[in-house]
C-alpha cells in the first residue's frame, strides 16, 4: 500500500512535458458546473480527457528510477473555494481554490484565482501558492503563443509593420499571455 501512495505523489509532482512553457491555463465552462483548464477540448461522450494515459518517469522509495502510465489530466472537485483531485490513487489530494464544480487540470497543476478573479490553472511551484503573482488574463481569450501572435498582430495593425516595440510591452504581453517572460 504504501509502495502505492508513492508512486501516486510521485506521480501528481510530475509536469505534462507539453506545457512545460506554459505558465497558466484558464479554466473554460463546458457544462453546468464543469470546467475545462487544459489545452485541449473535452467530449461528453467517448474517451474523455481523464481517460488520457501517458508515460512518466519517478524514483521510488528506494531511489530507483521507474517508469509509470500515469493519467495526463486529473478531475478536481471543488466545494466551499476548497480543491481535491478525484479518482485512483488521488482521491483527496488538496489541489487549490476555486468556485464550486468539477474542473479538469493537468497533472501537478493546481487551481487558483487570476488577477480578474476567474479560475485558471498553475503549474506546482509557481503562481500565488507559492508566493509568486496572479496570472494577468489576456482579454482575447487566447492563451500562450496563439496569444501573444494576437496582441503582436494587433499593435502592427495599428501601428504599422515597421513600429518599433519596447521590451516592457513584450514583457506585458508574456504575462498576460501566460508564457515565460524575457526579462
Known amino acids: 500500500m504504501k509502495i502505492r501512495y508513492a508512486l501516486g505523489a510521485a506521480a501528481m509532482m510530475l509536469t505534462t512535458h507539453a506545457l512545460a512553457e506554459t505558465t497558466y491555463l484558464p479554466c473554460q465552462l463546458y457544462g453546468n458546473a464543469r470546467h475545462n ?7 461528453t461522450g467517448g474517451s474523455l480527457l481523464t481517460d488520457q494515459m501517458e508515460q512518466a518517469t519517478y524514483t521510488d522509495d528506494q531511489g530507483v528510477k521507474r517508469v509509470a502510465t500515469v493519467r495526463k489530466y486529473l478531475g478536481a472537485m471543488c466545494k466551499d473555494n476548497i480543491c481535491s483531485v478525484r479518482g485512483a490513487q488521488f482521491n483527496g489530494e488538496f489541489v487549490g481554490h476555486a468556485p464550486a464544480g468539477f474542473y479538469i487540470i493537468p497533472r501537478g497543476w493546481y487551481l487558483s484565482p487570476a ?3 476567474s479560475t485558471v490553472a498553475y503549474p506546482m511551484g509557481t503562481g500565488p501558492l507559492y508566493n509568486g503573482g496572479a496570472a494577468e488574463v489576456a482579454s482575447n481569450g487566447l492563451t500562450g503563443e496563439a496569444c501573444y501572435e494576437k496582441k503582436m498582430a494587433d499593435f502592427r495593425q495599428e501601428n504599422g509593420d515597421e513600429a518599433m516595440i519596447i521590451h516592457d510591452q513584450i514583457i506585458e504581453w508574456e504575462k ?3 508564457l515565460p517572460t524575457s526579462e
Do not use: L
Open 115 to 117: 488577477s480578474d478573479g
Open 37 to 43: 483548464c487544459t489545452p485541449e477540448t473535452p467530449t
Open 176 to 178: 498576460a499571455c501566460g
